[in-house]
């Protein structure tokens, strides 16, 4: 997918700045259908408690935002991601960063003749955990090694997908509920990446399929959401397998039009923190030949409404 908007516009639509010192960072809305960035914040000392509703507001109005410049250490991104809710461990135990098991290491690096992290992580569109029993409220990745080509990663707003439906279709989809599994597409992946591993019984058994409303209440800024991807939703509850397989295939690809993505060009030392309740998101690829690495962490959500 080409990139169809630039990661720092040229003249902000929107900035705000606080006068109180430990607070006095920029938010600066992007020329896009969502996101801000975060200018002049060091996340490697404390954030006070304004500073830290600030940042919070901003996250709901915005749904991505982009911290520049942020040379932290991974402790310093777990404690960072911790003010916003309990961290959630991925299944994939064998690409944690060794002595931070909340860290995934998204990377397509190789260290003797294994992959230290998740090479094709975010081939297809997705929302984080959207598997899981209780989904991501959000994901924080931090650029460590960045390629000189590629690595874009694709953001989409699931408001505009849901808001821009024909209003005949949102009264179908209201009252209807899907299933996610991180299965779906796993042995697809594996097939394409033999070096992906083949998941054991307590594997499976940690990420069993679960059913979530199709359309979902934003639980801070109360806008509806489409809460459905290609990656991990499988069918919906109580439709014929056609039916499903057409009407989701219908919003997948409703979900994904131009105008509704911001495309994320990673700077050194990016941080970017997701909602995971009203953007699902896609890696745009980097060549074989150049390196990628970057540390993730989710924060657990609530249960989907």
Known sequence: MSAVYASIPSTPRFSEQSATPDSSFEIRQLAAPLGAEVLDLNL????????????SQAFSDHHVLVFRKQDITPAQHVQ??????????????????????????????????????LGDAGAFWHSDLS????????????????PDTGGDTHFANMHLAWETLPASLQKILLPLRAEHTYIK??????????????????????VKPVVHPVVTTHPDNGRKTLFVNEHFTSRIVGLPQDESDDLLQQLFAHSIRPEFIYTHKWQEDDMV?????SVI?????TPDDQRRRLNRTTVEGTVPV
Not at 44 to 55: M, N
Not at 281 to 285: D, E, I, S, V
């Open 44 to 55: 490697d000392r404390s954030l006070s408690d304004e500073g830290f509703a600030r940042i």
């Open 80 to 117: 960072f991601s911790r003010r916003f809710g309990p961290l959630q461990i991925h299944v994939l135990r064998q690409f944690q960063l060794p002595g931070h098991e909340e860290i995934l290491q998204i990377s397509n690096i190789r260290e003797n003749g294994k992959p230290i992290g």
């Open 131 to 146: 598997y899981k029993a209780v989904p991501s409220l959000g994901s924080l990745l931090h650029a460590r090694e960045l």
């Open 185 to 206: 597409r796993y042995e697809e992946q594996r097939a394409k990446a033999p070096w992906r591993p083949a998941l054991t019984q307590a594997q499976l058994d940690e």
């Open 273 to 277: 923190f997701w909602d995971n309740r």
């Open 281 to 285: 998101h896609l890696a745009g690829g």
